[in-house]
């Protein structure tokens, strides 16, 4: 196989388990797996083409009845067998409503999806994508990489497994409330990438490893800090979130740190830059100062960079993971995409998780003539003249940490 086209898939969700049939890798997952009778669900398929000639795939649902010979159906869709075409390399979505009937009995049910893929081209396929793979990213402190741009840039391990039949789990409890609202039983299918994406991103994987040289020797720890010192405070601050100075020294601090991280070998540059020379690249602007384009074009990627990887640093610091992947991801995106579009954020999500991990780490990134003990302290007090943040009861755990984290970096 001459060519190995990025893996999407693993970019919305964690697939290392999934399907193929003749050449389209398949994941498939109902949206919620429980539901009342008159409710409905979502049979979501992770469609993502392995071939470089168009296939068309047809899927028709196998039901659930009432009996085994001559039942009713116990699950309705909108269209008893649906077909589509994917282009080379595509990847897409498809969401299929699914609804009880009348006839629906509570308990645990299977859904089958019988699958068939045929060829539309005279030529025979090859192969673009594998069908297992290890992948290139490697981090002992980013343990889950969905949503971060990784899996495309580097890809994730992965195996899929031959089939033509998917079977998933169903459980039907208790009773819908009576609504005057039908069940929309329309089926859609999004497309997420398709083969100009893959070129596009060659490109930019080419440029960015023709400058890689130039790029890393302006990428130094002080220009670094000192930018994300300035930065950081304005875009925060256009979060409603204005910054004290020890807050402002902390999170230059983990920022830089993350960029430090990434730096070390050549795969890892490659899923820090690439993003952000793409989006330069998208909306012309100038890449001759790699700084600049880090701190002001590539500042959302790097945020969402920086906090899974504070997650990871607080999860080394106390030996367990004290939130879960659900609502990591959910703090990723939520920091990131507030920061970006300068909306609201609330203050404990400055600290849960970059400020705690920044003190882990502080002594690791060090100016010349810093005092480290020093801003240790002005983080310390920031955190003190927080109190009413970290009144709530819900943050208890959350005060605990910071304060454990703080007390091992500045012993008293």
């Known amino acids: 196989m001459a060519i190995d086209y990025p893996d999407i898939i693993s970019e919305y969700i964690d697939a ?6 003749d050449g389209v890798q398949i994941f498939p ?31 028709k649902p196998d039901l659930p009845q009432t009996g085994r010979f001559r039942g009713t159906p116990m699950l309705a869709v909108g269209e008893p067998k649906l077909s589509l075409t994917l282009e080379p390399a595509q990847v897409g979505i498809l969401f299929i409503p699914v609804t009880t009937t009348p006839q629906a009995k509570e308990g645990q049910h299977q859904m089958h999806l019988n699958i ?16 297992k793979t290890a992948g290139r990213f490697r981090s002992e402190l980013i343990d889950d990489v969905v949503g971060l741009e990784l899996a495309r840039i580097l890809g994730v391990g992965y195996k899929a497994a031959p ?32 083969r100009e ?82 989006l330069a690249n998208e909306y012309d602007l100038p890449t001759g100062d790699p700084l600049w384009v880090v701190r002001n074009v590539g500042f959302h990627h790097l945020l969402r960079l920086s906090v899974a990887l504070s997650f990871g640093i607080v999860r080394q610091a106390l030996g367990r993971h004290p939130w879960n992947v659900e609502e990591r991801r959910a703090v990723i995106s939520l920091v990131a995409d507030s920061v970006e579009a300068r909306q609201t954020l609330q203050p404990e999500f400055l600290y849960i998780p970059l400020l705690m991990a920044a003190v882990s780490i502080s002594r690791q990134v060090v100016m010349d003539g810093e005092d480290s003990e020093h801003s240790l302290k002005l983080l310390k007090k920031a955190k003190v003249a927080r109190a009413d943040v970290f009144a709530d009861p819900d ?6 940490i910071f304060d454990r984290l703080m007390n091992a970096a500045l012993p008293t």
């Open 16 to 21: 290392s388990e999934r399907y193929e049939t």
């Open 163 to 194: 089939t033509d039949k998917i079977s998933l789990p169903l459980t039907v409890r208790g009773k819908m409330e009576a609504t005057e609202q039908g069940s929309n039983l329309e089926t859609r299918f999004q497309t997420v990438w398709s």
């Open 395 to 400: 943050l208890a755990e959350a005060n605990l």
């Open 197 to 278: 994406d893959v070129e596009r991103q060659a490109e930019t994987l080419q440029e960015v490893s023709q400058r890689r040289a130039n790029i890393i020797d302006e990428l130094q720890i002080e220009p670094l800090f000192v930018g994300f010192f300035v930065e950081g405070q304005r875009r925060f601050a256009d979060a409603g979130l204005p910054l004290r100075v020890g807050e402002a020294v902390a999170l230059g601090k983990i920022l830089t740190y993350t960029v430090q991280h990434f730096l070390t070998n050549s795969d890892m540059q490659d899923g820090l830059l690439v993003p952000m020379w793409e």
């Open 116 to 131: 068939s893929v045929s060829v539309k081209a005279q030529e025979p396929p090859t192969r673009i994508r594998s069908a």
């Open 29 to 59: 997952y109902l949206e919620p797996t429980e539901i009342p009778v008159g409710g409905i669900t979502n049979l979501v398929l992770f469609l993502q083409s392995a071939v470089d000639v168009p296939v068309e795939l047809t899927l």
